[in-house]
């Protein structure tokens, strides 16, 4: 069964450290998501592309953070720099499409921790 | 707005127990509903969905009924396993829109 990969599974970092966040969603998933999940919280939607196209980053806090789906394929977040209110796990999730019926996969995260 | 609220955890119950997780949800229009289920250290998996009223989503012995009267979609098991034991997350998709709104999840332990 195909499924969503994140790299790294973990990551530890210092403030003001610049940390980047792979995904790659299931093949033929035109759209992806980064999602934010604080520790005894659910996810909350960070950014959503479309192809290669964000459709959604009005969550996305622009001043350090930055997504990119360069072909329209996999997908890199980047925090920089992070501070201590980053540490989280990020998950990453893919669908065909934008309907909201259509079911969105995630993969296993990567969990952040900022010292 | 839109949101979803679940009944706060943790939940602990003794196998073989009857286990009802509440969800109730806040939204215009008719929302696709969701369940997903997070095991330690994993990802979210769906467990469950339904896309209009008195819709049942099942699976792996959990139901869950889209109850437009109420606005809930409680999910709902007759005999719990220790291997169920995890973190239980309701969802809805407003519609016309692609965005997931989550609850807080509910943890649930199951005790042999």
């Known amino acids: 069964e195909a499924e969503v990969a994140q790299s790294p599974r973990y990551k530890i970092t210092e403030k003001s450290q610049a940390v980047a966040f792979w995904c790659d969603p299931i093949?033929?998933?035109?759209?992806l998501y980064w999602y934010r999940q604080i520790l005894g919280q659910g996810p909350e939607l960070l950014v959503q592309?479309?192809?290669?196209?964000?459709?959604?980053d009005s969550q996305l806090p622009k001043d350090r953070f930055s997504a990119e789906r360069l072909k329209g394929v996999d997908s890199t977040l980047k925090i920089q720099p992070a501070e201590l209110g980053d540490s989280a796990m990020y998950l990453c999730?893919?669908?065909?499409?934008?309907?909201?019926?259509?079911?969105?996969?995630f993969g296993p995260g990567t969990r952040l921790t900022v010292l | 707005g839109n949101s979803v609220t679940q009944m706060e955890g943790p939940v602990t119950l003794s196998e073989e127990a009857f286990l009802t997780i509440n969800c109730t949800y806040t939204?215009?229009?008719?929302?696709?509903l969701f369940w997903y289920v997070q095991y330690p250290g994993e990802g979210l998996q769906l467990l469950l969905k339904?896309?209009?009223?008195?819709d049942k989503g099942s699976n792996k012995g959990f139901e869950a009924t889209y109850r437009k009267e109420t606005t809930s979609f409680h999910l709902e098991k007759g005999s719990v396993q220790v291997s169920d034991s995890a973190v239980y997350f309701c969802?809805?998709?407003?519609?016309?829109?692609?965005?997931?709104?989550f609850g807080t999840g509910t943890r649930l332990k199951v005790l042999a």
């Open positions: 999730a893919s669908n065909r499409d934008r309907g909201s019926a259509d079911t969105q996969y």
């Open positions: 093949s033929g998933h035109a759209t």
């Open positions: 592309f479309q192809d290669e196209s964000v459709v959604d």
């Open positions: 939204a215009t229009g008719y929302p696709s």
């Open positions: 339904a896309t209009k009223a008195d």
């Open positions: 969802a809805s998709a407003p519609s016309g829109t692609y965005k997931y709104i």
